[in-house]
């Protein structure tokens, strides 16, 4: 079945880099696209980021300048990279599957939480 | 960027009331909408897509209407387990956008 289960530090400090690896199963990443959605704590949903089926990327523009999203297809991993990272970074980051046949984000991660902090 | 305005940002109801959520969308973004319920620590749940579609599983008393830029999420007759915080997701263009989000209280 399809699932998708995050994975991170947990703890980064200000100014550092976060790597964060989403790895997927019950699908293939060569059909579907993943995206990453982060919540502060007790805050609404903003959308990161995605890595489509074919490679390509979008992101979202605020955070643009400091992200990057990758993926190894072999490994069924997709990868967030954030630099420079900010206190307003802290938030729980979810991934999710957009499919190409059916509606977007039916499947989520449980989420991982990212505290920025010294 | 696509602005949703959602509203009320929070509301309390009694059990068995019919309870209305809206967004608004600053541009068109035809039916592409979805409303997820997010329970405390748990990942959002879709619960209406393509803006009046009943996804998966989700118990008929919710629905989902579309009137021109205006995208409303209605429980007919509310149950306990639908405390929960409701959001609203435009899909259309990118970057995708979410409303603010709805924290729904039982009285």
């Known amino acids: 079945q399809v699932q998708l289960k995050e994975s991170g530090p947990g703890l980064v400090q200000p100014s550092q880099t976060l790597s964060l690896t989403c790895t997927v199963s019950?699908?293939?990443?060569?059909?579907?696209?993943v995206h990453w959605v982060r919540q502060p704590p007790g805050k609404g949903l903003e959308w990161v980021g995605a890595?489509?089926?074919?490679?390509?990327?979008d992101y979202n523009s605020t955070l643009k300048s400091r992200l990057s999203i990758s993926r190894d297809t072999s490994k069924s991993q997709v990868f967030l990279k954030m630099n420079s990272l900010l206190t307003e970074d802290t938030a729980i980051y979810f991934c999710t599957r957009y499919p190409p046949d059916n509606y977007p984000f039916a499947y989520w991660g449980q989420g991982t939480l990212v505290t920025v902090s010294s | 960027d696509i602005q949703m305005t959602q509203s009320p940002s929070s509301m309390s109801a009694s059990l068995g009331d019919r309870v209305t959520i809206t967004c608004q969308a600053s541009q068109d973004i035809g039916n592409n909408l979805i409303w997820f319920q997010q329970t405390p620590g748990k990942s959002p749940r879709p619960m209406i897509y393509f803006a009046t579609n009943l996804a998966n599983g989700v118990p008929s008393r919710f629905s989902g209407s579309r009137s021109g830029s205006d995208y409303s999420l209605t429980i007919s007759s509310l149950e306990s387990e639908d405390l929960a915080d409701y959001h609203c997701l435009q899909y259309k263009q990118y970057p995708l956008t979410f409303g603010s989000g709805t924290k729904l209280e039982i009285k």
């Open positions: 019950g699908f293939s990443l060569t059909n579907n696209s």
């Open positions: 890595i489509w089926s074919g490679g390509s990327t």
